[in-house]
Every structure is written in C-alpha cells, then in structure tokens.
C-alpha cells in the first residue's frame, strides 16, 4: 500500500493545478499547458483504478493507453510510480484468488515502465498466492538478475559485498583471537601469576590476572581493544603460522573499520540521490518528485553548463521553449562551441519567425561542430526549413542537400515525419559528466581519521615481539596442546567447534580459515540488513541471503559432523 500511496500523491500533487506558470522547489517552472497535461494525467489514473476495481479490463487497457500517450505528450516515456501502483493492486488481487484480474494489471504495470525487477517480483507474489513455489522462486532469481543489470542495482550489491566480506574478516579476526585466548590462555594466566605470586595470594594473583586480561573490554569499542590486547599477550605462546595470523588479525582490527568506511563511501558515491535523478531523467521517467529533484539539480551544479543544457532539454521535452532558453544561453555563453545548445537556440528563434536571428545561431552551430555530423545535419536541416519560410527556395534546397549528405538516415527520418524544426538532446548525451561533478562535490573521509587506527596497529606490532622476549625467560617455547584425558563430551565439542583443532595443532592460517567460513555464513543475512537497502520499491518475497546464509551454514555443519 506505500506504493499505492505513493502514486496518489504523484497524481494529486500540485503540479497538475492548472493555474499560471509556477516555479518548483529552486526554480523548475511550469507552463499552464504542462499542468493541464498533468491533470489529464490525474484523471486517467483514477479512471485505471475505477475500471480495474470494476474488473473492466478494455477500458483499463484503454486508460493504460492514454496514460502513456499523455506522458509521451511530455517528452517522457516511463510511468514508475503508476506502474509500481499496478503492480501492488495486482498482488493484492491474487491474494483476494482473482488471478486473472492481478494478470493484466501486471501486464499495465510492464506497458506503464517496462522491464522493471519489481513486474517479476510482483510476478512471482501472484505465483506463490497460486501455490505455484517453483515458478515463484525462478520469477524472483529473474527479477534480482534484473535488478543487478542496473547502475543502482550494482552499486547496491557491491556495497553489500564489500560490507560482508570486511564485517566477515573483523569478526573472525575477533573470534580467532578468542580461540587463541582459550587454547594458550591458561598458560599466560599461569605466567601472570607466577610473576606477582611471590608477593601476594594465590586468589589475589588470579584476580588481578583476569582484571588484566579484561580491562579493555571496558573501553568504547572494547571487544576491539580487548583482542587487539590478547593478540600481543599472545604473540609468545604460538606457532609460527598462529604468530603470522595474529599479526594479519591486527591489521584487520584496526585498519579494516576504517577502511571500510572508505570503500562503502567510494563506491556509494558513485550513486548518490542527485546521481539517481540523472538516471531516471536519461532514462525520461515521469515521477511525483521529478521537478523538485530537477530543480534541486539545477541549484546544486547553477554554474555547471552540462547541467544547465540538461535542464534545457528536459524544457524542450516538456513543450516549454521559453524557459530553455535561458538555460541554452548560459551554455552558450560558458562553451562557445556547443553546437547543440546554437542549435537549439536557432531552432527557438525559428518557431517565433524571428528568422534573421535563427540563421545567425544555425550558421554558428554548423561553424561550431565541425566534426559532429548529427548537430551539422541537424542545423543543415532547420537552416533549409528557415529559408523556405523566407521563400528563399535556393538555399532552402543547398541546405536541404547538405543535410542529407551529413546524416542520411537521420534526415529521411525527419522529412518523413514532416518535422517543422529539430532540436538536439546534448545535454542528456552529458549525464556522465554531470555525474563526475556531482562526485566532486562529496565530502570524503579524512586522512587524519586513519592516524589513530594506523598507530594502533603499529604499536601493537611493535610490542608483540617486545612481550614474548619478555615471555622468553618465563617458559619454554611453542609446544602443541594436548590433552589426554578428555572427556567424550570435550572431544566432540573440539570437533565439532570451528578452528579449536587446528589452533592446539598451531595451524594458525587453517583455523583462521575453519572460522571464517561459517562467520560469513551467518554474517550473510545481517550484512543485508545493516549495509545498504536495495533500490526496489517492491522486494521479492523470499530472503535469498538469509536461506543461502542459514542453509550454507546447516550444510558446513553437516559436512563436519559427516566428517568427524
């Protein structure tokens, strides 16, 4: 019902008063003629929804067809947030057992914003209300491949990704370090003790151990703190491979969380929410927030020409000639060889008969784009439209001629769908440039916020090999674990508790392996969680990372148990 909601707000906001030219947010206008069209939009929306409720399916497909015609009227060709509404009233059909209703008003969801994850997770809704769990489950696989095609959709899974896989190695770097603790623990219990046992009781010397040991955990962040602690107590007591490890586990504990930080911010820079907008603007869909998010856009880069000639696109889209024309200007005053933004402004002055001034800016976009052979024609063709109006027959045939030897294809098109004028989208050919501007305005991390990681990490390096040549004098060195009189219930739990084998054996590399395998697994569905939300308005019904998650973990269990 959020979608549905959504949708009513798009259809029953403001833009679609009919009343005077207004400005939007920072300053998108709209005409009257704009507004109307909204309106009529507004109209046919609620007609859809009356025919569907009345399960009039011709004249909801009728009011689908006028729906994308009234946005077409606009310059746009995709209906998002209607479809999503269609969407969820066709789920909400299936669930009622009316499947044949919740089938064409998917079908309007496709022909509203075709090609969206969200039809085939709605899909396979309508597929499971039906008790039809296979073709449910393919319908969602087919929806996250998708979903994965798309700029934002990969973003949001490398994010994921990245989250996972460092929150997988932090955690059991801090779960190695435990094992570390309760393997070789009581032997650095046992030398704490006989350091200070001389001067005070037995029960005295064995506090103050365990307080030793534990005072970190007391500090913000101190389950860090406290294993980056045991890891330098521990540097004396473990093999080679296990000392190797704990140096890797310092690493990870301090400069992974910051590092991660930096990755997260590096890869989530490359979509942010004005850099959605520029998506959803190239791809021209019609949405409830399109002219605030445009009018934002045109606040934040005021001074940036590509965005200005965006924004001038989006009114020539739109029907509204008069407010592009500022925004051209502007261009061509910053660039003074942007053919397309000349163009456009020829093509403005054309439409008004002023027809000296558009054969001024005509010839100048032809003078300016040398090498573009689409702006050439374009210009080549409105100049011999221009002449033709003049009654200058000659030159209307020269330039005619010219853009026909330029762009051949492109000029059979325009003559056969009898254009008067052809401007040119330039500035939707620039949103990857937009999108590198808008990168460099991101504020990034610090460097100085890996100092105090960086030097913890140096420091408990530094100090590992200074406490085990103080360990030196105390006992002997690295011996494996053993213990021959355990009891079945220890020997199973050794086996069956990831990583305990391989630590009393001192493979340091094999047990940091054994755990992170089934730390990842668990970590999986919670990474989904806590890193980044997926950009769908309407999810699949199953938690893939939760059944490969719990399902990767029964079955790593069940290898181990068959194994031991």
């Known amino acids: 019902m959020r979608v549905l909601a959504l949708a009513l707000v798009f259809v029953s906001s403001g833009y679609v008063q009919p009343a005077a030219a207004q400005p ?11 507004l109307e069209s909204l309106a009529r939009l507004q109209d046919q929306w609620l007609l ?90 393919t319908l969602e696989l087919r929806g996250l491949f998708r979903a994965l095609i798309t700029s934002s959709g990969r973003a949001s899974l490398l994010l994921n990704l990245v989250f996972w896989l460092g929150l997988s190695l932090v955690v059991t770097s801090g779960v190695f370090v435990g094992l570390e603790m309760a393997t070789k623990g009581p032997f650095l219990v046992r030398d704490l003790r006989g350091t200070i046992g001389s001067l005070l009781p037995s029960w005295v010397s064995f506090a103050f151990a365990i307080v030793f040991l534990m005072w970190p955990f007391v500090l913000p962040n101190g389950w860090i703190w406290g294993a980056l602690f045991w890891a330098v107590l521990l540097w004396g007591y473990g093999s080679h491979s296990e000392r190797r490890v704990l140096i890797m586990c310092v690493v990870v504990l301090t400069l992974l969380p910051t590092g991660l930080v930096w990755l997260q911010w ?68 910053a660039e003074l060889g942007n053919g397309a933004a000349l163009n456009n402004l020829g093509v403005y002055h054309f439409f008004r008969r002023e027809h000296i001034t558009a054969i001024e800016f005509l010839k100048q976009a ?115 674990t053993t213990n021959g009189d355990e009891t079945a219930l220890e020997r199973w739990g050794r086996r069956l508790i990831p990583g305990v084998l391989s630590t009393e054996a001192g493979d340091g590399l094999r047990a940091f392996l054994a755990v992170l395998v089934p730390m990842a697994l668990l970590l999986l569905p919670v990474a989904g969680v806590l890193a980044n939300r997926p950009p769908w308005a309407l999810e699949p019904a199953g938690s893939w990372s939760l059944v490969v998650g719990v399902g990767g973990f029964l079955l790593y269990y069940a290898i181990r148990w068959w194994r031991s």
């Open 266 to 333: 590096g890869i989530g820079r490359q979509y942010t929410d004005l850099e959605e907008v520029l998506e959803r603007v190239r791809h021209r869909e019609l949405y409830g927030q399109i002219f605030d998010d445009l009018g934002r856009l045109g606040s934040t880069l005021s001074d940036d020409p590509a965005a200005r000639q965006l924004i001038g696109d989006v009114h020539v889209a739109l029907g509204q000639d008069d407010f592009a024309r500022p925004n051209y200007t502007f261009v061509t005053e």
């Open 24 to 34: 939007v947010d920072d300053g998108f206008n709209l005409s009257p003629s704009v």
């Open 48 to 137: 859809w929804n009356s025919a569907f409720l009345q399960s009039d399916q011709e004249r909801a497909d009728a009011m689908v067809s006028e729906m994308i015609g009234s946005a077409r009227e606009l310059g746009q060709d995709r209906l998002p947030e209607l479809a999503l509404a269609s969407l969820v009233r066709g789920v909400e059909a299936a669930r009622q057992g009316d499947v044949e209703r919740a089938d064409w008003a998917l079908e309007a969801a496709d022909r509203l914003d075709p090609g969206r994850p969200e039809r085939d997770f709605a899909r396979a809704k309508v597929a499971r209300a039906s008790g039809s769990y296979l073709s449910a489950w």
């Open 366 to 480: 032809y003078d300016a784009s040398p090498n573009d052979a689409e702006v050439g024609a374009a210009a080549s063709f409105n100049l011999s439209q221009t002449y033709s109006d003049l009654l200058e027959f000659g030159n209307h045939g020269t330039y005619l001629m010219q853009a026909r030897s330029l762009a051949p294809r492109r000029a059979s098109e325009w003559i056969d769908r009898g254009e008067s004028a052809v401007t040119l989208e330039g500035g939707y050919r620039r949103v990857s440039e937009i999108r590198r501007q808008l990168r460099e305005q991101l504020d990034g991390p610090e460097l100085a916020d890996l100092a105090q990681p960086l030097g913890a990490c140096l420091l408990a390096i530094a100090l590992a090999p200074l406490v085990r040549w103080l360990r030196a004098g105390t006992s002997g060195g690295w011996s494996p």
